[in-house]
């Protein structure tokens, strides 16, 4: 049984980081694409960012380019979202998610497994 758990979400100010980390486990998830995901109140759950199986590729929403990283740890099975200069608008909680295939892609369809969230809150 594959199951993801996101940790490292809280409170900051605006400007400030985050650094979320997801932790697989019960599968070969060094073989898939991972993501990121996040739902705010009211609204739709929305890709962030995902990275293909080795890590050599990355995708990322344009409204977080430049500010978030994803990256993985395969030896670790740990997939981490590091967030810098935070805004209100990006309070949420934050989703990790592993790919039915092992590039990378935007759509929650294309995710067999989620993690429960972690709530990040941005405050102004």
């Known amino acids: 049984q594959v199951q993801l758990v996101e940790s490292g979400g809280g409170l900051v100010q605006a400007g400030g980081s985050l650094r979320l980390s997801c932790a697989a486990s019960?599968?070969?998830?060094?073989?898939?694409?991972m993501g990121w995901f996040r739902q705010a109140p009211g609204k739709e759950r929305e890709f962030v960012a995902s990275?293909?199986?080795?890590?050599?590729?990355?995708l990322y929403a344009d409204s977080v380019k430049g500010r978030f990283t994803i990256s993985r740890d395969n030896a670790k099975t740990t997939v981490y979202l590091e967030m810098n200069s935070l805004k209100p608008e990006d309070t949420a909680v934050y989703y990790c998610?592993?790919?039915?295939?092992?590039?990378?892609?935007?759509?929650?369809?294309?995710?067999?497994?989620w993690g429960q969230g972690t709530q990040v809150t941005v405050s102004s």
């Open positions: 019960g599968g070969t998830s060094s073989i898939y694409a």
């Open positions: 990275i293909n199986w080795d890590g050599s590729t990355v």
């Open positions: 998610a592993r790919r039915r295939v092992g590039w990378t892609g935007r759509s929650s369809d294309e995710y067999a497994y």
